[in-house]
């Protein structure tokens, strides 16, 4: 049993494990050999990579496009032959029963409902990364996967890379002793003005801004959040879990553990003078069951390596290993106070001879739609990971040490910070 359905099993505590034991039933019956037909919603920057990846498959093609700015729309159509078919709303998609499956790649307030709905729908969901908005919608977002029998894969692409499973098999058995700290950092340099500043107008006349919005609050189109930009809007997304998640999803790997205990962080707007209503430079600590402490720090303002080497740090009591995704090597502890008198461990450098992880994680998610096994990265745990980067953001805002249950998924004895489970949708807009 691989690592990832072993985490599977052991996440079910706030689900149906029933429903949950059962094979994943297939919408339309796929023939080994038969093609799975995508839609993909939200064509713009990564919905366009995801259609870049699957051209490398020959057993799935695009069926449908859909998106709310018109430009992004006709400029996929015309690059793939003029034959998928458009849509500028995602539920007139959903209607069409020839499409297997959908890629749901929109700007992260939506990735619940289009979810639930295509779950509801009969169609597989490759769903990209953060998973959701809230933890609220996390676990609605689950809970339709099951309810409906469906594969849904979350673009946490490196649960497909071999590099990296891997490494989490012998992390886990010893590699490096009994890890202590494990952290990673999200780094670039937006100073001064990063965004800018926008002015709220009408918006592009092939943009529907109505459509753009859907459950999150009314407001004015301002050009500093979309297209694109919404990232640093924390209405529509955060960096912690737009970049956080993807090395978040790592460390928890790792060290085996589902939740946190804790979670604090601090941070602010220091240096950029833009638009933005989310960190310029933040840090973010997660106490964790195994017996370990996570960090990852956010630096928008200052885009020096936050590390000697690679992007995820993990710390032992033998050595220290840094791993990205072209290798990773092992830095040997000879003692701190008190030398040792030889290294504790044999240094290693390995390099990665792995190719696309995208490429791969969407191989894996088709494969999963033909056998209906579980994928690597099954919505339990996207969900699982994003609830990490939400606490994050749920204890900035709120200056608080979180204290998480996590089957119960709340906060305990901080109504502050369970008021940040969920939003108010806008109307007509209902999650359930």
């Excluded at 018109?70 to 539920?91: N, S, V």
């Excluded at 960190?279 to 402490?293: C, F, I, Y």
Aim: proline share 5%; with cysteine; glycine share 10%.
């Amino acid at each position: 049993m691989n690592s990832t359905r072993r985490e599977f099993l052991r996440n079910t505590g706030v689900a149906a494990a029933a429903g949950m034991a059962a094979a994943l039933a297939p919408g339309r019956v796929l023939g080994a050999n038969e093609k799975v037909r995508l839609g993909v919603i939200g064509v713009g920057n990564r919905g366009g990579q995801l259609i870049d990846a699957v051209g490398k498959h020959q057993d799935m093609e695009i069926a449908a496009l859909c998106d709310v700015y018109q430009p992004f729309l006709d400029q996929w159509r015309e690059k793939l032959g003029g034959t998928p078919r458009t849509y500028r709303d995602f539920r007139e998609m959903l209607d069409q029963p020839d499409i297997d499956a959908v890629l749901i790649a929109t700007p992260d307030h939506w990735h619940a409902l289009q979810t639930v709905m295509a779950c509801d729908a009969g169609k597989d969901v490759y769903i990209e990364k953060p998973l959701s908005l809230t933890i609220h919608e996390g676990r609605r977002m689950v809970e339709a996967a099951r309810r409906n029998n469906r594969v849904a894969q979350v673009g946490v692409q490196r649960r497909s890379g071999r590099q990296y499973a891997e490494l989490a098999e012998k992390l886990q058995n010893g590699l490096i002793g009994k890890i202590t700290f494990a952290r990673s950092y999200r780094i670039t340099n937006m100073w001064p003005n990063g965004l800018g500043r926008g002015v709220d107008g009408p918006p592009p006349a092939d943009l529907d801004w109505d459509l753009w919005l859907g459950p999150s609050p009314e407001r004015p189109y301002r050009d500093t959040i979309a297209p694109y930009k919404f990232r640093w809007w924390k209405a529509y997304s955060s960096q912690l879990a737009n970049w956080g998640v993807h090395f978040i999803d790592v460390i928890r790997w790792v060290l085996n553990d589902n939740a946190p205990l804790l979670t604090t962080a601090l941070g602010g707007k220091f240096a950029v003078d833009d638009d933005r209503d989310i960190p310029d430079t933040m840090e973010v600590a997660w106490q964790m069951p195994s017996g370990a402490l996570m960090g990852f720090g956010q630096y928008e303002a200052s885009g020096v390596d936050a590390m000697r080497r690679g992007y995820v740090e993990f710390r032992g009591t033998n050595g220290a290993l840094y791993v990205d995704d072209r290798g990773y090597e092992i830095v040997p502890e000879r003692g701190g106070q008190f030398q040792d008198t030889a290294p504790r461990m044999e240094p290693v450098t390995e390099k990665s001879a792995e190719g696309d992880l995208t490429t791969a994680h969407l191989r894996n998610f088709l494969d999963c739609v033909k056998s209906r096994a579980l994928p690597n990265a099954d919505i339990e745990t996207g969900h699982r990971s994003t609830t990490f980067s939400h606490l994050g953001n749920i204890a900035l805002a709120t200056r608080s040490v979180v204290e998480w249950d996590a089957a119960a998924e709340r906060a305990v004895n901080n109504d502050a910070a369970n008021a940040m489970l969920h939003y108010e949708y806008r109307k007509p807009w209902t999650l359930g």
